[in-house]
């Protein structure tokens, strides 16, 4: 990547500048004689002026323009004409200059952004232990912002706005040189002050960018770091650091603004002076006849045009050496020694490659900044096939070792043969596939579960996006502007997935794969819960949610032959009130989707207002929303606020409570009829959130239950069409797309109060699943389980397992797991180890182990310490008295 | 069934006989009320007690000893306390308790006990005024085994 500015933009863009340059060029000769029109028009006027005088205008000779003879006011329109033209022309140039500019800055903001995320890709990773994701982030996003706006501007702009001053100045000292030279008298000085000014800027820019970078490290350690700033009281200092830091961009934006504003400052008032020495001299001048009165008029008239471009041209300058630090300073942290040869990361690989032989390090070092050596000299020669245990201490370079196995990390002396090649050499379409590698703390996108389990497979586009005539089209649009900035031509909508190094032939047999895998490390029964509380898309698995329907059928009748399960169950039914249920969704007798009908919004509906009204129900809940409103301000009043129990159990927050408060004196003895519109729908919104049988407060009986029943018939029959898509009603015969698998199946609500019955209840369902053959189903719905931002809605043992499946997805022939099952108990581990030894039976398996009693089953143990190999060999071979590997043993 | 039900049966049990209407309120309303089957365990001898039961309806055999060899001790009935040690320190069930027809009773959480005490010091002291009287009997009876021995 070029050093300087100049050389990137020369580089991508020449054509393009070239091509603004010759527009400007062409552009300038229109200028020129739209500053020569209002000369011959005036001049003309003035003409004119004396036969109006004189009372001879019909004498005025006419002027014959290409063999037409034209009077003088034809020659008059003639003029105002061709002058409308040109500054039409001069506009359309702009128009065209700008527009292209724009464009090509832009195409240039890209590929510099694209060309510094692929360093990033290209960083070797140690290097990413001294930088910082607060500081690189802004550069990529919003520091080099304005370098595309410039990068249009380059170089068109001097010139462009150079023959903008230059024209009128031309015309200037055509017209009288002694004007030229008043026009020009001031700008010696500007020339000579304002560079002073602007380096002086720069050195405050400079600063500025690093202070702000450095601030945004700052942020971003203190959310890193939010748990030790509050386990240890330090906030204060926090914010004192974060003040001080802000203190010292003021400080130098401040000094900023008054060196920008003095430049301004001058200019301006320099740029005044110049109208003062044309109205004087030129005034001379015309008293003289040197000049005359046309001549003046246009001479002003392209004076007042000098201050636009001049203007423009200290801009460019000013900017210029903005963007030039900017640019400069964003590079060079871009440009670490070692950058990983791009070839590494964009070969593919050779055909049907696979890693056979040996492994063969010879004087394998790893140092850092040549001070910490984490591997001293390690050596030894095992066949890929071997199934290898690296032990030792958190110092014995056991971390490392595998990290340099997989190729991660590149040696800093020694070398490493796999399969008789140079592992250096490989390039990452051969070890990223052939190997896989896990750390304890393999990192989840935040998306499904499905899509963590894939990424492994996603090492090219192989098959294009099925697109109509009109996708294509646009698709090569995007796919030519991609290649017109230097970005890759992937498509990322294409399908990325390898089915073939899966060993599978399409999507359902990779999705069996899947959850073979999990099963193999332990997650299925996970997976089974996460699809159960997850929704589907009937539309798009109708199988399933025709296979729900058969399931929640099969519950059913267990349950009615079973009194003692009957219990734990309140099924929906369109004519019953259900005591489990809460008054809104008796109401509703579905499920909201959207906002429209969810529980907040409830007590302000028009559409729910009017049903209510309809059925006489609104004063009589007010009425109800009052005595919850009075037992709610009873029960919690003597509570601190923001205590739990707000949230947990109250219909109303602690931050309403006041309000509440006031309002039930208020409104104590008021008829809801008479009270405002705001109490009542304050009032209102209560009562929506009771449970009959979870809160028990007795204030619906069943003479109301029965009414609420016929709202919400009334409710169905009348919905009108644009709220139609805002609910998914409960129909016993229907799937509801809003609702979880689980409470498909149970098409009811548990029952409140009933010991165990959420576990009684889970395991029936599972039964009914399990007679069904349903488990698998339910299963493939947990694979869109939505994992959260960096896996964290999962537990890190979970995790650590999704890790090692998704390394399996890819059939590697090398598997090489570092403490990756370090989250999990004895027994999850022992499992995934076995499962593990038995899948590559065939195939390398290394594993650095956190555990040395783990080591028992490998053929080879390597035992560390101080990054060297101290002993290998059999697990029976090692364990004697004496050894280190035995005191290990000891130790544990 | 209403919470006023529970909030009556609460006041009859001297551990919470002195607190004010409304703190048993909240504490009814904050807990869960539990129905059991017949035959079903309530807790266990030996687990660890993260809950106190107070019985609303029903009754309840209180059994000591291993699984194989269980011995009754005592039937409560409506109104009785069960676990109620469990909830102010951590120690293991001393017996298991099972329903001996359909039960209902109101769960109350350690937690959620404990933390009704710290937001009303009142609760505190009452508790530890009737935990005082058991004391006081317990050493009473504890003399007079002692005088008879």
């Known amino acids: 990547m070029p050093k300087s500015l100049y050389g990137f933009i020369l580089r991508h863009s020449k054509r393009e500048q070239i091509t603004l340059l010759l527009l400007a060029a062409v552009s300038y000769p229109f200028l020129y004689y739209s500053y020569d029109l209002p000369k011959l028009i005036i001049n003309h006027l003035k003409d004119v002026a004396v036969h109006v005088k004189d009372g001879s205008l019909g004498s005025y000779p006419a002027h014959v323009v290409q063999g037409v003879s034209l009077n003088a006011h034809h020659y008059l329109f003639m003029l105002c004409a061709i002058f409308l033209a040109l500054t039409l022309i001069n506009g359309g140039f702009k128009f065209y200059i700008n527009v292209f500019k724009g464009r090509l800055g832009e195409r240039m903001l890209r590929r510099l952004r694209y060309e510094l995320y692929v360093r990033i890709l290209r960083f070797p990773l140690p290097h990413f232990k001294k930088m910082s994701s607060g500081e690189t982030i802004p550069m990529i996003t919003s520091e080099v912002e304005p370098m595309g706006g410039f990068i249009g501007d380059a170089f068109v702009q001097p010139i462009y706005q150079g023959g903008l001053l230059i024209v009128p100045l031309v015309f200037i000292l055509v017209q009288d040189p002694i004007l030229g030279a008043a026009a020009l008298a001031f700008y010696p000085v500007q020339i000579y002050v304002i560079p002073r000014i602007q380096k002086r800027v720069n050195q405050l820019a400079k600063r500025r960018v690093q202070t702000v970078r450095s601030l945004a490290d700052r942020i971003g350690e203190t959310i890193a770091g939010i748990q030790d700033v509050h386990a240890h009281d330090t906030s204060a200092r926090e914010r004192a650091d974060f003040s001080h830091r802000l203190g010292t961009i003021y400080k130098i934006r401040y000094d900023i603004y008054q060196l920008k504003f003095l430049a301004k400052f001058l200019n301006n008032s320099i740029n005044q002076l110049t109208p003062f020495l044309f109205y004087s001299i030129g005034g001379y001048l015309v008293f003289q006849g040197r000049v005359d009165i046309g001549a003046l008029v246009a001479v002003i008239a392209a004076q007042k045009d000098l201050a636009g471009p001049w203007k423009e041209l200290l801009d460019y300058y000013q900017q210029k050496e903005d963007i030039r630090i900017k640019y400069e300073q964003v590079i060079g942290q871009f440009q670490p020694p070692d950058l990983v040869d791009i070839k590494v990361l964009d070969d593919d690989p050779p055909e049907g490659v696979r890693l056979q032989g040996d492994y063969a390090l010879s004087n394998v070092t790893l140092t850092e900044g040549g001070a910490v050596k984490f591997l001293d000299g390690v050596s030894f020669t095992a066949p890929l096939t071997e199934k290898v245990a690296i032990v030792g201490d958190g110092t014995s370079g056991k971390d490392e070792l595998p990290l340099v196995l997989a190729r991660l990390l590149a040696p800093t002396g020694g070398s490493i043969m796999v399969g008789g090649q140079n592992a250096v050499q490989l390039p990452e379409s051969v070890t990223g596939r052939r190997i896989a590698y896990v750390s304890h703390a393999a990192h989840m996108l935040g998306t499904s579960v499905r899509d963590n389990l894939y990424y492994s497979l996603k090492h090219r586009p192989l098959r294009e996006p099925e697109l109509d005539e009109a996708g294509k089209h646009e698709r090569e649009r995007v796919k030519l502007w991609a290649i017109q900035s230097g970005n890759t031509p992937y498509d990322i909508l294409a399908d990325w997935i390898d089915y073939q190094a899966a060993g599978v032939a399409g999507p359902d047999e990779l999705e069996q794969k899947a959850l073979k895998l999990l099963d193999l490390v332990g997650m299925d029964d996970d997976i089974y819960h996460m699809g159960l509380r997850g929704r589907i898309d009937p539309a798009r698995r109708a199988d399933l949610a025709e296979a729900i329907l058969k399931a929640r059928a099969a519950l059913k009748e267990r349950l009615i032959s079973d009194p003692s399960l009957a219990a734990l169950v309140e099924p929906f039914d369109a004519n019953k009130y259900n005591e489990n249920a809460s008054l809104a969704e008796n109401l509703l007798f579905g499920t909201p989707t959207g906002g429209a009908f969810a529980d907040d919004a409830l007590a302000t509906n028009k559409y729910v207002l009017q049903v209510l009204d309809k059925a006489g129900l609104t004063n009589d809940l007010i009425v109800m929303g009052r005595k919850v409103a009075e037992t709610m301000v009873e029960l919690f009043s003597g509570l601190p606020p923001g205590h739990q129990f707000f949230e947990q159990f109250s219909f109303i927050s602690s931050d309403d409570l006041p309000e509440f408060q006031a309002l039930v004196t208020r409104v104590a003895d008021v008829e809801p009829a008479a009270m405002s519109a705001d109490d009542r729908a304050r009032l209102l919104s209560l009562p929506f959130k009771l449970i009959n049988a979870r809160h028990r407060l007795g204030l619906i009986d069943e003479a109301f239950e029965k009414r609420i029943l016929e709202a919400r018939k009334l409710f169905a029959a009348e919905l009108p069409e644009s709220l139609r898509g805002s609910i998914e009603f409960f129909d016993a015969n229907a799937y509801n797309a809003a609702s979880t698998l689980q409470d498909n199946i149970l098409f009811g609500k548990l029952a409140y109060g009933q010991a165990e019955g959420q576990a009684r209840i889970g395991d029936l369902v599972s039964e009914v699943l399990a007679t069904l053959d349903l488990r698998g189903k339910v299963m493939q719905a947990g694979l869109d389980f939505q994992v959260g931002v960096g896996g964290s809605r999962l537990s890190s043992s979970q995790r650590q397992k999704l890790g090692i499946a998704r390394c399996l997805m890819k059939n590697p022939d090398i598997m090489i797991v570092n403490q990756a099952t370090s989250s999990m108990d004895g027994q999850t581990q022992s499992r995934i180890l076995n499962g593990l030894m038995e899948t590559f039976r065939s195939g390398g398996l290394i594993w650095a182990l956190h555990r040395a009693s783990l080591a028992r089953p490998f053929d080879r143990i390597l035992v560390m310490q101080g990054g060297r190999v101290i002993e290998q060999g059999r697990y029976e071979e090692l364990d004697k008295p004496g050894t280190a590997f035995h005191a290990m043993l000891k130790d544990e | ?149």
Do not use: W
């Open chain 2, 1 to 149: 069934m209403s919470i006023n039900e529970e909030v009556d049966a609460l006041r009859r049990i001297p551990l919470f006989s002195n607190l004010e209407p409304s703190k048993l309120k909240l504490l009814a309303f904050t807990s869960e009320r539990l129905t059991y089957a017949k035959g079903q365990t309530i807790f266990r001898q030996g687990d660890m007690g993260d809950a106190a039961y107070i019985v609303l309806d029903g009754q309840a055999d209180v059994m000591i000893g291993a699984t194989d060899n269980q011995r009754k001790v005592a039937t409560i009935g409506k109104h009785s306390i069960l676990g109620e040690i469990a909830v102010l320190c951590d120690v293991p069930r001393t017996a298991t308790v099972v329903a001996v027809d359909k039960l209902v009773a109101l769960k109350i959480s350690k937690d959620l006990f404990l933390r009704m005490v710290k937001e009303f010091p009142q609760m505190a002291v009452e508790i530890m005024r009737e935990l005082a009287r058991r004391l006081d009997r317990t050493n009473q009876q504890l003399a007079a085994l002692s005088k008879q021995s």
